[in-house]
């Protein structure tokens, strides 16, 4: 299994572009999630998926739209792009399991993101 | 706002020693996981403890929840230059949100050879 990836690996983008960072799992899991991680902090949840065709805002959805149109794939839009989103992108997916919580999360490589 | 402060902030230690990181969260949580992110990598999972339980132990590594005081702290022993990387805590909550962790500000671990 390829686990989670994420493409593009690097980006710079000028103020006012718009973007889809893409990310896929092959592990059938039903859970998938966006973080932004920002120098010197832990990971800020951005949106998550509970699966296909049900996405939540987490705690910093401005700015950003997802959708999930199927298990695999979970991509994120960035609609149009600020300098204050030059962060560190990943994606994480997680297998849901019946009784106590067994979200166990599985990150991908990271997106590197500039916003000039 | 985040859930989880870890502290230190950073810690350096000589191989050999071992390693303890704090981790502080405020609401009631389901379980708490201890991640590891190596410089410019994502982050990768290393152990998680259910509220329920109160030590835990994953070769090494030695995790304990106190959910009396909402405090959780891991354990490196006998430490490897390789152990050298940032650690997280993150909280879960209710199964019905699997997808929501919510992590601490991190802890840099540096193992000096």
């Known amino acids: 299994n390829a686990g989670v990836t994420q493409t593009p690996k690097f980006q710079v983008l000028k103020t006012g572009q718009s973007m889809t960072l893409q990310c896929a799992q092959d592990?059938?899991?039903?859970?998938m999630s966006w973080y932004r991680q920002d120098p010197g902090m832990g990971l800020r949840l951005i949106h998550y998926?509970?699966?296909?065709?049900?996405?939540d805002q987490g705690e910093v959805p401005n700015g950003y739209n997802v959708s999930r149109s199927t298990t695999e794939d979970f991509p994120l839009r960035l609609l149009s792009a600020a300098p204050s989103q030059t962060s560190v992108y990943f994606c994480?997916?997680?297998?849901?399991?019946?009784?106590?919580?067994?979200?166990?999360?599985?990150f991908g490589p990271g997106t590197r993101l500039t916003v000039l | 706002s985040q859930q989880g402060e870890e502290d230190p902030q950073a810690l350096s230690i000589q191989e050999g020693e071992n390693a303890t990181m704090n981790c502080s969260y405020k609401t009631s949580i389901n379980n708490l996981q201890w991640y590891r992110q190596n410089s410019g990598r994502g982050l990768v999972h290393l152990i998680l403890?259910?509220?329920?339980?109160r030590e835990k132990h994953s070769g090494r590594l030695r995790v304990t929840l106190d959910t009396s005081k909402k405090s959780s702290s891991l354990l490196i022993t006998a430490s490897r230059a390789a152990d050298t990387a940032s650690y997280f805590c993150?909280?879960?909550?209710?199964?019905?949100?699997?997808?929501?962790?919510?992590f601490g500000e991190g802890t840099q671990l540096t193992v000096n050879p």
């Open positions: 993150a909280t879960g909550g209710e199964e019905t949100s699997g997808s929501r962790l919510t």
């Open positions: 998926s509970v699966g296909a065709g049900i996405t």
């Open positions: 403890i259910r509220s329920n339980e």
């Open positions: 994480a997916s997680s297998r849901r399991v019946a009784g106590l919580a067994r979200n166990t999360q599985y």
């Open positions: 592990m059938n899991h039903e859970y």
